[in-house]
């Protein structure tokens, strides 16, 4: 295979996971804030800090009102990982390799792409924006769902399946982050601290497997535990290096990917849960964000920089 086409199907991957990641994360934050009483609510800017673009945002916007984070997080051309920019790449990307990937899936996340172009407004509708947002997150899936059903389970199928995962392992670790940090500012009321837990999961589509694997009670260390070393939960991160791994030793001259990943993973196991509160949490984050853009660094001198 091509080191562009690999490349290509990596980051349609990555692109369209990140649209629907987005679109859940406005979805779980709109709930939450109707959950919570007036003056504890959290607010939209945390969203932008999810992302990683609030200088971004601070040169086009002068405060975070829901209209603002909204137009930012969905349709901003400004923002890279807008729903609209993630989509536009995700398509331009499938069109180039449309001799490989099921016309069925070019269909579709063309048809997603103008659905979110067209239909932008209704994010500003309450009354719209379940659904609106629904919509976008169930056509991500389907898109996935039709690309495990129909495409070849090859090389490029490795690479479309290693671009998602590790997507969706880093917006795991951006939503920790900032969740975490959004409670130290939040009173230390036991029912609305349940309910920001709760919505740490629903971000993470995590709550009814958390209460599956952990039992009924909402505590932060055992929500931490679950994120991050639950070996069977898709968005936890020790799922996610795993299945990293898996889908490397498929592919040729893969040593010094595995060596990254194993690195990655043992360095997960070590970490003792309990100790990770306030800013240790955020430092330690912060290492599992670097470790993934390493892992991503060290696939793309392996196999697209050629």
């Avoid at 939450?32 to 999810?50: A, C, N, Q, T």
């Avoid at 601290?193 to 740490?200: A, D, F, L, T, Y």
Wanted: aromatic content about 8%.
């Amino acid at each position: 295979m091509l080191s562009r086409v690999a490349e290509t199907l990596y980051w349609m991957a990555r692109h369209v996971e990140r649209a629907e990641n987005v679109a859940r994360l406005v979805n779980v934050n709109n709930l939450l804030l109707m959950d919570l009483p007036k003056g504890v609510s959290p607010g939209w800017e945390p969203l932008v800090h999810i992302i990683g673009s609030h200088e971004i945002y601070l040169k086009h916007y002068s405060d975070f009102s829901e209209k603002n984070v909204l137009a930012y997080m969905t349709l901003d051309p400004n923002n890279p990982s807008s729903i609209l920019n993630s989509l536009r790449a995700a398509r331009e990307n499938t069109r180039t390799v449309r001799e490989i990937v099921p016309r069925q899936v070019w269909e579709s996340i063309n048809s997603l792409y103008l659905y979110v172009k067209d239909h932008g407004n209704d994010i500003n509708s309450k009354r719209n924006r379940f659904a609106h947002l629904k919509h976008i997150i169930d056509s991500a899936l389907m898109i996935f769902g039709t690309l495990d059903a129909t495409i070849n389970h090859d090389d490029g199928y490795t690479f479309i399946r290693f671009g998602s995962i590790l997507e969706r392992a880093d917006m795991t670790t951006r939503i920790m982050d900032v969740r975490s940090a959004t409670m130290r500012n939040i009173p230390a009321d036991l029912p609305f601290e349940n309910i920001q837990w709760m919505s740490v999961l629903r971000s993470l589509s995590a709550y009814q497997m958390y209460r599956q694997e952990m039992g009924v009670r909402l505590r932060p260390e055992d929500i931490l535990e679950f994120m991050l070393l639950s070996p069977s939960f898709p968005r936890a991160i020790l799922f996610c290096l795993n299945k990293l791994k898996s889908l490397v030793e498929n592919l040729p001259n893969n040593i010094e990917m595995l060596e990254r990943i194993d690195h990655s993973i043992d360095d997960l196991k070590a970490q003792d849960i309990t100790q990770l509160k306030g800013l240790v949490m955020h430092d330690y984050i912060d290492e599992l964000q670097i470790d993934l853009a390493d892992i991503h660094l060290q696939l793309a001198k392996q196999y697209f920089l050629k």
